[in-house]
């Protein structure tokens, strides 16, 4: 049976750096519509101590999700050195499509397809395929590329990540403040290689009481309109359904891959808010009985990018395997885990060794 391996990767960071000061004028309301009384300076500086978020990148009006993600498919494809008409599927994982300047969610035709269209591929059997899974999109259609393979089904497969999230956020919540634009793209390939790249995977989709934790919503600002609907999340429940649940699944996907996690030695976690993020490795740590570690075990970007959803944990893998995170590298032979969690509520988790 064929593994899969990372033979290229790209990403693409819009040029539009948002800084604390882009929403001094906004009016924030709480989740149940009231108005917050307080100056929006006061707001904005204890979100950024509880997330950590002093910056996120923002698309510009002429440009696209598909734009981006195919900005970013172009640098994988030719990092990977491959003729792009041997690929056998496109996966695009987002989660709103190409979202118009007027926050409208468009999927048809599939975002998958645009970017085949504009990489000029002629080839009628590269498949393309979009995945909706919330912020878990990219490590699920990951997942899906390593099922393709292993089944024989595929050789080659272009999986990218992209999210316009600028787009459909509520100016009236403070929740607005933690999503970004961004895309990340990979080319796996198939290898005889033994015991390389995913190694272990493991998925877990909680849909009973959890499936609102994060969904679409009309604005909080009762005077608003309400007929456009808004990324609307449940901040608290998130986390701790986040804490309770992701720790255990990326331990049990460690344990799939027969390692430890003294084999680990990066985990890719999805870029959500610090806070969260640091519990969660924190959490983990602790269930192999483990006080103290080295926090450079996990990568953050979110202080500078923000959360891009999808597009989080592709644009770290790009910037580490490239050296343009200071502080960053893989080992080779390395094991690293890259893991998520969000709307769903889905969590999946992948054990990866570099050839």
């Known amino acids: 049976m064929p593994n899969t ?67 970013a498919a172009k640098i994988a494809i030719a990092d990977a050195k491959i003729d792009q008409e041997e690929l056998d599927y496109i996966i695009y ?38 995945m909706l899974f919330g912020c ?22 272009l999986v990218i990540g992209g999210e316009t ?9 403070r929740n607005r403040m933690i999503f970004a634009d961004g895309a990340g793209a990979v080319v796996v390939k198939a290898t005889d290689e033994e015991n390389v790249g995913i190694i272990a995977h493991n998925t877990i989709c909680d849909n009973g009481i959890e499936l609102d934790y994060l969904a679409n919503g009309p604005s909080i600002n009762k005077d608003a309109d309400q007929t456009r609907l808004f990324v609307r999340m449940q901040g608290r429940k998130i986390y701790e359904y986040a804490l309770k ?7 049990e996907t460690i344990e799939d891959a027969g390692l430890s996690i003294e084999d680990i030695n990066k985990i890719l976690i999805h870029q959500a808010n610090a806070k969260m993020d640091y519990a969660m490795i924190e959490r983990l740590h602790k269930l192999y009985d483990v006080k103290d570690y080295d926090h450079s075990i996990s990568p953050m970007t979110i202080q500078d990018f923000g959360n891009s959803s999808v597009a989080t944990i592709p644009t ?18 390395g094991n690293i885990v890259m893991t998520s969690v969000g709307a769903g509520m889905n969590i999946n988790a992948i054990v990866y060794r570099f050839p």
Not at 7 to 30: A, C, K, M, Q
Not at 165 to 173: E, I, N
Not at 245 to 251: F, G, L, S
């Open 245 to 251: 649940n992701v720790p255990a699944a990326i331990k």
């Open 165 to 173: 999230l600028s787009r459909v956020t509520d100016p009236s919540d």
């Open 136 to 157: 878990p999109g990219w490590v699920e259609a990951m997942i899906l590329a390593d099922t393709l393979i292993k089944a024989g089904s595929a050789k080659t497969i």
């Open 316 to 333: 770290m893998y790009d910037l580490i395997i490239k050296g343009k995170m200071e502080g960053q590298t893989f080992k080779e032979k």
């Open 5 to 71: 391996i990372i033979i290229g990767s790209g990403s693409y960071l819009p040029n539009r750096i948002i800084g604390r000061d882009y929403f001094l004028d906004s009016e924030f309301y709480t989740e149940d519509g009231v108005k917050i009384d307080k100056p929006a300076e006061e707001t904005i500086a204890k979100f950024v101590e509880i997330t950590e978020i002093e910056n996120r990148r923002f698309i510009d009006d002429d440009l696209s999700n598909s734009q981006i993600g195919y900005e």
């Open 93 to 130: 994982a987002s989660n709103f499509g190409e979202v118009t300047v007027h926050g409208y969610a468009d999927f048809m035709p599939t975002m998958a397809a645009r970017v085949k269209n504009k990489l000029g591929i002629k080839n009628r059997k590269c498949v393309t395929y979009d």
